[in-house]
C-alpha cells in the first residue's frame, strides 16, 4: 500500500541556519510525483516543491530544494537560510497514478518546524 | 486571477443540519478534489472529478455528496452532518498535464 512517513513531529533550527525535514514513502508503481507542502497557522496549503519519480535531478526551488534518493525511497526537504517566516507545518507527499483516485494525493502527518531568532 | 476559492471560511452546524461548500477555480482545471483534515494529520480525499459533470469516490466519502455542474466549480454535501464531519475541508485543483494540485484557503467545519 502506498504511504508517506514523516517521523519528526517538531524540529527546531536557528535563523539562517540550514535545516532537513525528513520523509520516506512506499509504492510499488514506478511512475509517481513526490511534493511538500507548508501550512503557516494561517490554514492554507501552500505548494513548495516538486520531484517526479523518473526525474534524474533533485528539484530546487529558491531556498527549497528536494533531496531525493529513489533506492532509499526518501525525499526529504532541504531549507537553506532559514527565516523566521518559515515556522509552519510542512507536509511530504506522494501522487498516485491518475488511473488510481484520480492522482490523489497521500500525505504524511506533518513536521512542524519552528525558526529560533 | 482569485485561483481556487472556497465559501464559506467557517460554519457551526447542529448535528443533522445540511450544508454545501463550494470550490471555485479560474484556472480552467479539469480535476477537482476534496479533502478533509483532521487535527494531527495529513488530508485525506473525500471525493474527486476528472471533468465536468463526472465524480468519484476517495477513500473516505461517507456522509458526503458532490457535484461538478460546470468545469469551474466543485460542490460538497453534507445532507445530516454529525461531530465526526468536524474537520477543516480543502478543494483542490490539477490541470490535466500538470501533476501539482494547488489548493484553496480551506473551510473550517464545526459540528456540534
Known amino acids: 500500500a502506498q504511504k508517506i512517513t514523516q517521523t519528526q513531529p517538531g524540529m527546531f533550527v536557528q535563523e539562517k541556519e540550514a535545516v532537513t525535514l525528513d520523509c520516506t514513502y512506499d509504492?510499488?508503481?514506478?511512475?509517481?510525483?513526490l511534493f511538500w507542502y507548508k501550512q503557516p497557522s494561517s490554514g492554507e496549503m501552500i505548494f513548495l516543491i516538486y520531484?517526479?519519480?523518473?526525474?534524474?535531478q533533485n528539484a530546487t526551488e529558491g531556498r527549497y530544494s528536494l533531496n531525493f534518493q529513489k533506492a532509499r525511497k526518501s525525499a526529504n526537504l532541504v531549507i537553506s537560510a532559514s527565516q523566521l517566516g518559515d515556522s509552519a507545518m510542512y507536509f511530504c507527499a506522494m501522487s498516485l497514478p491518475l488511473y488510481n483516485q484520480g492522482g490523489k494525493l497521500i500525505f504524511g502527518q506533518g513536521t512542524e518546524l519552528s525558526v529560533k531568532p | 486571477n482569485a485561483g481556487v476559492t472556497q465559501t464559506p471560511k467557517f460554519r457551526v452546524l447542529k448535528t443533522g443540519q445540511s450544508m454545501t461548500l463550494l470550490c471555485a477555480q479560474d484556472m480552467n482545471h479539469e480535476y477537482m478534489y476534496w479533502y478533509r483534515q483532521d487535527p494531527g494529520m495529513g488530508l485525506r480525499l473525500i471525493h474527486y472529478s476528472v471533468g465536468e459533470g463526472t465524480t468519484a469516490k476517495g477513500e473516505v466519502p461517507d456522509g458526503y455528496n458532490v457535484s461538478r455542474l460546470k468545469k469551474q466549480n466543485f460542490l460538497l454535501g453534507l445532507e445530516s452532518a454529525a461531530p465526526s464531519q468536524t474537520s477543516v475541508y480543502f478543494c483542490?485543483?490539477?490541470?490535466?498535464?500538470?501533476?501539482?494540485?494547488?489548493f484553496g484557503p480551506g473551510t473550517r467545519l464545526l459540528v456540534l
Open positions: 520531484q517526479g519519480s523518473y526525474d534524474q
Open positions: 483542490a485543483t490539477k490541470g490535466p498535464l500538470q501533476e501539482t494540485q494547488y
Open positions: 509504492t510499488s508503481d514506478p511512475s509517481y510525483g
